[in-house]
């Protein structure tokens, strides 16, 4: 199966963007030299779009190299559908790193999420669809396309991409997720009926 990258931006345009290497690297790529790394990207790139097209092959390779990560993660919970598991937190360091897991049948909020992110396809596929904000008000959406994720996939979006995701078929999604710092005052949901938002 092939793999790709996937950028969404704020319109809910979703394209694909550079080579895929699956190869594990010659040296180990242990969490603390991505940390570091993804620290540089963010002091010397103010751009997005950029970030998250210059840290999605880190994030590759990363997960190649040091398996353990994919196995950080806790079963969904009965009550949401959902977990998650952080897996580096650190006094004023700009990110979050988590693993995700939803059960099937379950589904997120349509939501942005006010900072760029990036979710890594660990196990399961999980359909995303895409809204834009008509006219960059956020209270007004409108639908714009879909993507399928499999395993191996990784997918950006920059901070007002509005998606929702849901698995698809039997098995639990699993993922691995990065956030940057999230600006609350313009993080929305939006009612799954009547696209009605609501500040999250």
Same mark, same amino acid.
């Given at each position: 199966?092939?793999?790709?990258?996937?950028?969404?931006?704020?319109d809910?345009?979703?394209?694909s963007?550079?080579?895929?290497?699956?190869?594990?690297?010659?040296?180990?790529?242990?969490?603390y030299?991505?940390?570091?790394?993804?620290?540089?990207?963010?002091?010397?790139?103010?751009?997005?779009?950029?970030?998250? &097209?210059?840290?999605?092959?880190? +994030?590759?390779k990363?997960?190649?190299?040091? *398996?353990?990560l994919?196995?950080?993660?806790n079963?969904?919970?009965e009550?949401?559908?959902w977990? +998650?598991?952080?897996?580096?937190?650190?006094?004023?360091?700009?990110?979050? +790193? &988590?693993? +995700?897991?939803?059960?099937?049948?379950?589904?997120?909020?349509?939501?942005?999420?006010?900072?760029?992110?990036?979710?890594?396809?660990?196990?399961?596929?999980?359909?995303?669809?895409?809204w834009t904000?008509?006219?960059?008000?956020?209270?007004?959406?409108?639908?714009?396309?879909?993507?399928?994720?499999?395993?191996?996939?990784?997918?950006?979006?920059?901070?007002?991409?509005?998606?929702?995701?849901?698995?698809?078929g039997?098995?639990?999604?699993?993922?691995f997720?990065? *956030?940057?710092i999230?600006?609350?005052?313009?993080?929305?949901?939006y009612d799954?009926?009547?696209?009605?938002?609501?500040?999250f």
């Amino acid at each position: 199966m092939t793999n790709y990258n996937w950028l969404v931006t704020d319109d809910g345009a979703c394209k694909s963007f550079g080579s895929i290497d699956n190869e594990p690297p010659k040296r180990t790529y242990r969490l603390y030299r991505f940390l570091t790394e993804l620290d540089d990207i963010l002091e010397r790139e103010p751009d997005d779009a950029l970030r998250v &097209q210059a840290i999605i092959p880190l +994030v590759r390779k990363l997960l190649i190299s040091s *398996y353990w990560l994919q196995m950080e993660h806790n079963p969904p919970s009965e009550k949401t559908g959902w977990s +998650v598991k952080f897996l580096y937190r650190e006094y004023e360091y700009p990110i979050t +790193v &988590q693993m +995700v897991v939803w059960a099937p049948g379950s589904a997120s909020t349509i939501h942005n999420h006010a900072t760029w992110g990036i979710v890594a396809m660990i196990g399961g596929q999980e359909k995303n669809t895409f809204w834009t904000q008509a006219d960059g008000d956020p209270t007004t959406l409108t639908p714009v396309g879909e993507k399928i994720l499999n395993p191996g996939d990784i997918i950006g979006f920059t901070g007002n991409a509005v998606h929702q995701v849901a698995p698809l078929g039997d098995e639990p999604t699993i993922s691995f997720n990065l *956030y940057g710092i999230t600006d609350r005052s313009s993080r929305y949901k939006y009612d799954t009926q009547t696209l009605a938002a609501e500040r999250f």
